[in-house]
Every structure is written in C-alpha cells, then in structure tokens.
C-alpha cells in the first residue's frame, strides 16, 4: 500500500517495555498526519512480552503481532516483519525506549523526498559508542558510505529489503548491503536515551568479535565474490609460481651443489598443491556465482520504469 509505514518492532524479553512503547507508537500515528501499522514481532520471549502484547491488542484492535517458535535474532523478526507488512516502507524499530517514536515521521518525510533508505545518526551518549564508531569508520572505509551512523533505526522502501539476502546478524549491514545494488541512502540526527526498562541483547567481546567476522563476510560477498577467481586465481597463481621458483633453485642446488635438501622438495610439493587447491576452489566458486546471478530477477534491479 502506498505511503504506508510498516513499523516492526522485534521483541524479545521486553516486558518492562513494550506497553509504553505500544502507548507511545499509537499516539504518534494519532497526531501524525501519516499513514502507519505497527507489527510486534515476538522473538520466542520467555518472559511476559507476548501476553502484555496480546492485552495492548484489544485496546488497540489494528496492532498486528506476530509469534517465533524460538529466538531466533533481531535479522529473522525483521525478515518476518518486512513478510507479512502491507506498506511500501519498511521502518526497523527496537523496544527498549532508546528512540523517540516522533523521529519515525521525520524519518518517513525524509524517504519521501526521493531516498531508499533513511537511517538515523544517534546523538548522546550510550554504552559502546566507542565500539559503534570504530565500527562504523571500518565500514564507511570498507563500503564507500555515504552516511556516518548505519548501526541506528532506519526506514527504508520495502523494495529494498525484498531485494536483499540477509543472513543472521546481517541487519546490521543492510545500508552496506544496499549501496552495493545501488539504492541511495542519506541519514538524520536521531536522540539516543537510555534503556527504559531490561537490559541489553547485545553486549560482551563475542558479539565484538561476531561483528568484525561479519564485517569481513559481507566485504567478501559484495566485492570479492562477484569475481572469486579474480581472489583465488590469482592467489594460486602465486603460490604454483613460487613453487616452481623454489623446485627450480632445488634442481640448480642438486646438480651443481651434489646435495640435496628435503625440506624443501616438501615446501616446493607443498606451494604448487596449494596453488591447484586454489584454482580449483575460484572454479566452484565462480559456478556458484554464476548461479546466483541466474537466481536474481530483473525486478530486482530495476528503480522505475517511465
């Protein structure tokens, strides 16, 4: 539906917050002059979420929510979310209270002046900003973006989340994912508060370490794997060359030294079938992405058509 904003909320053990959240959502689409949904999308809560959510439902009969078997993370509810959403805007937004629910429409008139993707740019303090912004200065570098902030709520055309492969953990990279099909992307100031009630999903070194390895990933499915040849050809081109140049030198030492040197027959065996391996992996990989290029539809590519 046209200038619909579908707005998911993943929800996951937030009982202390997801009445005053609903409360506050409704009364912004109350005073707002735009058109909205709200879908609770219920991650497998083991606490109270989902009954509270369920009450707030008769007082409010056009809350639509939806119910995960298990957790399953924050990227699948807002796979779920954008599924059963019935707007042309999909807005990504958390429970815990950290956002004010009036950025939403500025964020929704900012799409509709001709972006795909809104995202905010936090303003204040918060736990972990010296983590989010080295994180976000390796992505700004490693994707050319165009926006200082993408770890933040964010409104974007449903077109483009439809579009995108998202796997666990991926949300975090959608603007870095979307750039790489072209869709455009610009950001706002958005005020960060503390948590209301609960405590962080995402906190400790393994979810650090969780996002660099994911960084990598997405870098390497967005560039190098559009070419995986061009990474492991040219990777085992070097290493059968170095193998050559060293059984060389091997051969010069056998028959002008007398002597030989096992070592380094085993390094020599050892760089060339490495090299092979390489070859041979950059082929799979090159059939595997030829068969991902087959699955893309035309659609996907496509902005408008006048």
């Not at 999903?201 to 559009?226: E, H, N, P, W, Y």
């Amino acid at each position: 539906m046209d200038n619909l904003v579908s707005i998911v909320v993943p929800a996951y053990n937030e009982e202390g917050n997801i009445e005053l959240l609903v409360k506050k959502l409704f009364e912004m689409i109350k005073n707002s002059k735009g058109e909205y949904e709200v879908i609770i999308v219920d991650d497998g809560s083991t606490d109270k979420t989902l009954d509270i959510a369920m009450e707030m439902k008769k007082e409010y009969p056009e809350l639509r929510i939806v119910k995960h078997r298990k957790n399953f993370g924050l990227t699948q509810a807002l796979i779920t979310g954008n599924s059963v959403a019935r707007g042309d805007a999909i807005i990504l937004f958390p429970a815990d209270l950290q956002f004010d629910v009036n950025d939403i429409p500025r964020l929704n008139k900012r799409l509709r002046d001709g972006f795909d993707i809104v995202t905010g740019k936090k303003i204040g303090k918060y736990e972990k900003k010296f983590v989010s912004s080295v994180y976000n200065y390796m992505s700004r570098k490693l994707f050319n973006l165009p926006i200082t902030d993408q770890n933040s709520i964010k409104i974007m055309k449903k077109q483009v989340l439809d579009s995108l492969t998202l796997r666990k953990d991926w949300h975090r990279y959608i603007v870095s994912l979307a750039i790489e099909k072209g869709f455009t992307v610009t950001e706002i100031p958005v005020k960060l508060y503390p948590r209301y009630s609960g405590s962080s999903k995402f906190t400790g070194i393994k979810r650090v370490i969780i996002g660099l390895f994911d960084l990598i990933a997405v870098k390497i499915q967005t560039s190098l794997m559009k070419k995986p040849m061009l990474l492991f050809g040219t990777s085992g081109g070097i290493l059968v060359l170095l193998g050559l140049l060293i059984g060389f030198i091997a051969i010069l030492i056998r028959i002008f030294g007398h002597t030989g040197y096992r070592p380094i027959v085993y390094l020599t065996m050892l760089l060339i079938l490495s090299g092979l391996l390489l070859f041979v992996f950059g082929f799979i990989a090159e059939v595997l992405a030829t068969v991902v290029d087959r699955l893309e539809k035309p659609e996907d590519f496509i902005d408008k058509i006048y």
